[in-house]
Every structure is written in C-alpha cells, then in structure tokens.
C-alpha cells in the first residue's frame, strides 16, 4: 500500500489505487514511491462533456421554474471541476443533466461525443453505466448488502458475467477500504468508509467521469480531505474527468477551475 | 452471478429485512392455496368416487305411467300382458319384471330389517348381480340377501331372517326363511336388488296379493340401440296412450355428475376468493416496499439499472412471496388431502393424475394472482423519475 503523506499533517495517511481498469496496476515492487506522474488535462482534443445553449424548465402546479438558462462550456478529459453556488442556482439540475439522469428542454448536451437530446431511457442509462460513475453526498449504498457487494453491482449489471469478485476487490483496494471490512455492511462502515465504497462503486466499471455531489458534505474534515485527496488524485493520475457540486470553498481548491452558477445562470464560464 | 440473479437477490433480501410482513403475505397465500387445493383434491375423490362406483348403465326402465293409471283409475303397475307386449316389441333383449312387496315385513331377531321384499325370477337376478356367497333360493323357505343388507346388517349364509305377515284384524303370520347366498353390491340405482330380500319368486307370487309388476328393467346387449329399443316399446305400448313411462338412467347419471363438477367449480371459486384477498395483501406490501425503496431506486437507475430490471426486481419480489406462499400451500394441500383419502379409504383416487393436478393447479393461480398483485409497483417503480427518487426523503 501507497500513500500520500500531507507534509502539514504527517499522521493523515490516504492510500492511494493500486489502479484499475483501463489504467496501471503497478508493480508491488513499485509501491514503495509514487508510481504515476500527474496527467494535466487534455484540452486539444474534443470536450467529454459539452453544453451548448442548455435550457432547463420544470413544469409545476404553482407554474414554471427555470433550473438552468442558455448554459453553454465545455469540460475537457481529466479536468476536475467544482460547480459552485448558492441553493436553488441550479448546481444539481447541471449534474443531473450531465449525468444523463435528465434531458434538457433546450440546447445540446454532448457526453463523449455523444448527443444526449436523442437518446431513449435504455440509452442513457447504458451511456450512465458505461461512462458515467456517480458519489453522493450521502453515500447511497445498499444497506442489504457488503461492501463488496455494493462495488461489485454495477459491475455485474454491465458485465452480466458470473461472480467475478477481482474486479470489486481491485476497487476496494484502490480506495484504500481494508480487506477486512469488505464484508462489512454500509451501518457496519464509518461515514468515511462508506464514501470510499461509493467511490469504488463509481469506479468499478471504470468511467471516464465521476460527478461527484457534496461528496464531504456528510463527513468530517480529515474524512473530508481524504476522500478530496482521492477524487483528485483519480483526476491528476488517472486522467478521469471529475466534476464535483460544492458549497465549500476548500473543497473547491482541489478543482482545476470552478463553474459558478447563480439563477440558473453561468456566471464566468471559467474561474 | 448473472446481473438478473443480482437483481433477484435485490428481492430476496428485501422480502428478509421486512420478514413479519412478508410471512403474513405469504401465510395468506398458504390459505388460499390450501383452500383451493385441498378443496379441489377432495371433490374431486368425490367426483371419482361417485362416478366408479355409478357406473353407465347398459339398461333401461319401463314404469307404469303414474298419471295416466291415476286417471284410468287403476292399479298403477305394469300387467303381465304389458310385458308380454314389451317382449314382442324387442325379442332380441333381456326384460326382467320386478316387483315389491308390502305383505312381508323381514324381521331378524325381533328387529326389522327395512329392506325391501323383491319378487324377481332367480334366472332374471342371475343377468343382474352374481352371488358373493352362497346359492340362489330354490323354496320358499330360502332366501338371498342384497349386499349392501347383508353388509349393515351382517347377515351371512345360514342366517334366519322372519317374514312377518300383517293381517288386517287377526294375528300377524310369520314365515321362518334361511338365508342361503349374499348377493355382490350392484351400487345400481335403476333396480335396488342391494337393499332387499329376494325369496324364491315364485312362493312370494303365491303367497303376497301380487297384481302386477312395479318396473321392467330392459337389459341390452348393444347400448348404442339404447334411444332405438326404447322407442320401438313406446310406440308398441304407448300407442293408444302414454301408458308406461320410459327412463334411460344414464342421461340422470350424467345430469348427477354434472351437477356435482358444477358444485365443486362453485365451491373452487369461493375458496378462490381467498385468494383474491391474499393478493390485494401482496399488493399493499408491494406498494409499501416501492415507497420505502424511492432512492434505492433512484441510486440503481443513477448507476446504469434499466427500468426494465428495476420492473424485474419488484416482479421477483411478489413472484417470490408467490412460489413460497404456494410451495407451502401445496404441501399442505397434499398432506391434507392425502390424510382425507386415507379416512375415507380412497387412496386411488387420491394418487390419479386427475386428483394430483388440482395441487399444481392451485400453486399456479396462487403465483399467478402473487403475480397480477405485483405488476401495478412494479410499473410504478420502474416509471419513477430516478432524479425525484434520489432526492426522496
């Protein structure tokens, strides 16, 4: 097991992946000092996400209300991203859209090159299992089922392969979860364990991008930076691109650039 | 694991966590199943039961018209001349003349018997019924006995039997007869030789104020002659009137039984109802269990799940409560069923295919209203906007 050491806090350790997927996974003998340099974001080719001109109107009994206005900016492979402002701006119907859980009323919206206004129910949801893994605020795991269990799922739902626990347990390990609370179930787990197993569930198919939302919103400050310490860490060395909802501003550090979003409105487009 | 058994042990564990619910979902399942299954099992016995032993007749009845005697004003008894003329009419068949009589009261060891006194020629009782044991009566002081008199009344060759004769204003006569054969049950409903005496025919012509015979029992070789044979004695008898009436018991057999699958359908369907409460249950824990799951169901879809494995998940669910309901309904119905068969001593109609399918039966309609029960949540699940079910509180 790697880790980061914070030279201002040398007793926070985070464990870092031993990777998986598409990626590396190094060498035991390597493991004794980072392996992988940062990889700064791709910004020559084509954006991973891109919005062009995205409008958003829910349609309620006491009359319309605008979520997002003309929201247009491009996200490039291996950013990491904060999109920030304050409740009610439209933080959570712009990662809804981009997490294809939404489609807008108008403009485009473009996921790997692929245009998302079209796409039936089947083919978002596929596009969500293939491309997209998602961290919440509140872990959202299976309470029914182990750590293992939970990371294994959407594996298993893209795969349809028989009970190939490898690929589970390579997540499990690359978020620093000990093999001894991998048959634990989420009560059973501290709130920073269980964001770890959320995040390995996100990875486990191994997707491009990560929305993350208040991803240390439920957790205390150390957990916090931990789990921050990692998202980033997927961003700078794993070259996924990492688009995270948050209120705070240290959190928001961790980000290559910040989207603000007020009355539904991008603000600067880039800060 | 394939992703659909991942999706059914979604179900599965969710059935676990809430255990008290899904037990009383699926003892109303039992019910309705055992209700169904047991019910079905038992008529059906019945129903084979009668049917065996009823066996389809290769006969008919020639009776006297009751109307037209009344309105003739007379004996309303079918004459020798009839039967004579019922013999011209159709030489080729059997005709047995039987009558009953009222002038002898069998009595055995001071108890009466009830059985009736049958006049009947002993060569006609041989084309009727064999003997179980012993021989035909050959005088009047000799007797056989039905077998279904024999049987309640344990009497055996060698027994006494006293024919107790009323006179009206003197003293009663009685007449000492032995019993020497006991006739096989015939389980015959045209002509009840199983609860009677037979004496020698022609003593108890003799002996009671015989006038004529009650009914003339045709005995065909070739039942499909049956409607023809009966029409040619009505049209030689009933020529000038309707004097005689003609009944053909096997459309009365198959009317009976017909009327009995008709009761044991009735009965099926109100043990049925049952059922259809069992399942409004299995919807309202289907319905709590969609509410209880919103972000669940807004994680799974949020994480790549179709909506078709999301309808799949609450399918399972019910379809699960379902197949253990009806196991155990089933098992229980066999059991039951099986202790039923065994009282009454009809364990070969309990083990014909015709009664052990009404258990599979049973089980099929109990998963299918588990499933109907469970379509509506399921729809509703899978329709749920993932993004209101994440944001579910």
Redesign the interface.
Known sequence: MIYITNPDSPIEKVPLPWSIGRIRIPHPDSLISPTTTPIKPDTSNEPIISFHSVTKIYTLESGNVTGIEEVTFDIYPGEFIAVMGPSGSGKSTLL?MM?C??VPNNGDIWITGQNTRMMS??QL??L???TI??I?QYF?L?P??SALKNV???Y???T????DNKRAEEALTSVGLESKFWHHRPNQLSGGQQQRVAIA??LV?DPPIILCDEPTGNLDTKTGKAIMDLLSYLSKHEGRTVVMVTHDPRTAEYADRIIRIVDGRVENGVS | MTSQLLILSFAAKNLRLHWLRSLLAVIGIVIGVLAIGYMGVVENIELMKISDQWKAYDSFIISPNYEYSMKQGKDNIITEKQVMAIRRAIPDYLVIPTYTSSTFQPKMKKEFLGAMVMGIAPLDLAQVTDLESGALPRSGTEVVVGGLTALEKNIKPGSMITFVKKNTGGEDEEFPVRVVGVLQMTNRWDIFVDNSIIPYEPWLRENCDFKGYDQVLVKMSNVSEMNATMKAVSDELNRRASEISLNNFNEFRDRFLFEMEQKAATTTAIAGISLVVAGVSIFNVMVMSVMERYREIGVLRSIGTRRGSILSMFIYESLLLGFIGSGIGGVCSLVLGYLYADMIGAMNYFTAPATLMQIPYAMSFGIAISLVSGLYPALKASRLNPIEALRYE
């Open positions: 809804d997490g859980l939404d129910d089947n949801t596929d969500r299992l293939h893994g998602f919440f959202n299976f029914l089922f294994q799922y959407p298993v739902v893209r349809g392969r028989s009970g569930r996100a198919n």
